[in-house]
């Protein structure tokens, strides 16, 4: 088959979008991600949380992703009663980055107030639905929500996955004594490796990826650490990437905007993993 003809057969079932778009669809579920790094025990780059979704999830089975998840109503709450807007996304992506990381591996990020001995206790309120709200304000505490560094926004809009509009931040990992542990609901594995060392593992067949991780890897493996990743960030816009498809080279290549701070902008069609 041509591969003019292939793209048409694309666009006419709607697998995903032939431009770039400015706004998300109306059905895109809010989500936050969050990209934790840490120093290495080595003298190599910095070392990143990675976690692997459980077999058994509808979007990204089996893969390797950030921790995150869904924007919660709570969420927003949350963000009014640390000076956001009422219904500031913003400020809601940034506590559901911190909440789902919490009930995801156990680790407090931007949660100076926890102890790790009580970190396992607030998890498991979490994880039983009791509202992050409701926690802070019985313990009193405040996030540290300026903490987080926003450095990209994602809402691919492939038919055969389901349609998240994704905030993502990066953050310093905190200290931690405490052995980290996935929720088992939702995922299988959780380790420790730098962006390089994933794409690596990924090459190999070690590990699955999905397109818009692995386009944020290869942006994280541009520098060594958190400090140096911070003032990448501050170099470009957030704005919202929705890959689309183009033909390059003769084949179909699902492609990003080129000034965005991604030194790989596109891959050939037939290798993407969507979702």
Not at 121 to 128: D, I, K
Not at 175 to 199: D, K, M, N, Y
Request: charged share 25%; glycine share 6%.
């Amino acid at each position: 088959m041509r591969r003019t003809a292939v793209i048409d057969i694309l666009m006419t079932d709607n697998n995903v979008q032939t431009h770039a778009s400015r706004t998300p669809p109306a059905s895109a579920i809010p989500a936050a991600t969050l990209v934790i790094m840490r120093r290495s025990d080595s003298e190599g780059p910095d070392e990143i949380l990675m976690v692997k979704r459980s077999n058994t999830m509808a979007f990204a089975a089996g893969a390797v992703v950030f921790p995150g998840g869904r924007i919660d109503p709570d969420d927003y709450l949350v963000a009014a009663q640390h000076g956001f807007a009422e219904g500031d996304v913003e400020g809601a992506a940034r506590v559901a980055a911190l909440r789902e990381t919490l009930e995801e591996t156990g680790l407090a990020v931007g949660w100076p107030t926890l102890a790790d001995t009580e970190a396992d206790e607030v998890r498991r309120a979490l994880l039983a639905e009791e509202r992050l709200s409701d926690i802070l304000s019985a313990r009193g505490d405040q996030l540290a929500l300026d903490a987080l560094v926003p450095f990209a926004r994602w809402c691919p809009n492939f038919k055969e996955a389901r349609t998240f509009d994704t905030r993502f931040f990066a953050v310093e990992a905190p200290p931690h004594g405490h052995e980290l542990t996935v929720e088992a609901a939702e995922h299988s594995h959780i380790f420790w490796a730098s962006a390089r060392a994933t794409l690596m593992m990924a090459d190999r067949g070690e590990v699955s990826i999905i397109f818009p991780t692995r386009r944020n890897l290869e942006r994280l493996a541009q520098v060594n650490d958190f400090a140096s990743f911070s003032f990448h960030a501050a170099d470009y816009p957030v704005e919202l990437v929705t890959p689309w498809i183009e033909e390059r080279g003769g084949e179909p290549h699902l492609c990003i905007p080129g000034h965005l701070g991604y030194p790989v902008t596109s891959e050939p069609f037939e290798r993407v993993r969507r979702g």
